[in-house]
């Protein structure tokens, strides 16, 4: 990318944000310069931050927050991909992709997430209930120009990938932390 100095990846982030709509541009925010910084191509960057925005948004209006009426959302870069994860603490239904008719206003998130990525799962453990997703972050990577190899933990984006955000302790890839 001519003009732009590219760091080296920070390989993952975990923040924890207030359970209140203005988390949602945050929490988009911080996604987005942290994939711009690693050299993600503007259109990944793009979908990655609307697909956040979307789970993000889903656990405020849904969920329960964490403990200390929090939200954790996390994500880590590996080769040309992304994991993004949403924790909260849990909701009375589990979040699905939704078919709503064509005049509903609302209930497309999860179906736009689905179409946008790799693949997505949901996680219940102890604390809450975790929405996570992998999507593709092509990035420059150096003379190449390429940014492929395998996705995050070795993923294919096969839809049977998200085995370490299934672990109760695990979420995008890494360990819990204390909200």
């Not at 939704?98 to 179906?111: C, D, K, Q, V």
């Amino acid at each position: 990318m001519p003009g732009r100095a590219v760091r080296e990846v920070r390989t993952s982030s975990v923040v924890h944000l207030p359970c209140a709509p203005a988390s949602v541009a945050l929490a988009r925010r911080a996604l987005s310069e942290d994939l711009r910084a690693v050299g993600v191509f503007d259109h990944a960057v793009r979908d990655a931050a609307l697909v956040i925005s979307e789970l993000l948004s889903n656990a405020i209006l849904h969920a329960y927050p964490l403990p200390g009426e929090r939200l954790q959302v996390a994500w880590a870069v590996d080769g040309s991909s992304v994991e993004v994860a949403v924790s909260d603490g849990g909701s009375p239904t589990v979040p699905h992709a939704g078919h709503p008719s064509p005049s509903s206003i609302s209930g497309r998130g999860l179906s736009i997430v689905e179409h946008l990525c790799q693949t997505w799962g949901v996680r219940a453990d102890e604390v809450g209930l975790t929405v996570w997703a992998v999507l593709a972050a092509p990035r420059d990577n150096g003379p190449s120009g390429r940014g492929d190899g395998p996705g995050p933990l070795g993923q294919s984006g096969n839809g049977d990938s998200g085995s370490a955000w299934r672990r109760a302790n695990v979420v995008a890839g890494l360990p819990k932390t204390a909200p």
